[in-house]
Nanobody
Framework: QVQLVESGGGLVQPGGSLRLSCAAS????????MGWYRQAPRKQRELVAT???????NYADSVKGRFTISRDNAKSTVYLQMNSLKPEDTAVYYC?????????WGQGTQVTVSS
């Protein structure tokens, strides 16, 4: 079984920054895909950014140039650096990991961008 522990969410003013972390533990081996998704009130969950083991990144158009995803394979951890935050970035952010024969979601961390 895979456990994911997220941290780093909170309340920030527009234009501010936050860094999310997600550490994986348990029956993990050869993590391939890692990523972040978000779900705003009354909206569907959407992809924010992904990073496979190769390191090539993929971003939603709405966050390109503002968010940066990275991973530390030695620590089985994925990060999301969020800069120039906007009110429309307000959502619950979920991390995601997948490997051979398994996948898992984090419990979610609230990010609120408001003055």
């Amino acid at each position: 079984q895979v456990q994911l522990v997220e941290s780093g969410g909170g309340l920030v003013q527009p234009g501010g920054s936050l860094r999310l972390s997600c550490a994986a533990s348990g029956s993990i081996f050869s993590i391939n895909a890692m990523g972040w998704y978000r779900q705003a009130p009354r909206k569907q969950r959407e992809l924010v950014a992904t990073i496979p083991r190769s390191g090539s990144t993929n971003y939603a158009d709405s966050v390109k140039g503002r968010f940066t995803i990275s991973r530390d394979n030695a620590k089985s951890t994925v990060y999301l650096q969020m800069n120039s935050l906007k009110p429309e970035d307000t959502a619950v952010y979920y991390c995601y990991v997948a490997g051979p024969m398994y996948s898992a979601w984090g419990q979610g961390t609230q990010v609120t961008v408001s003055s």
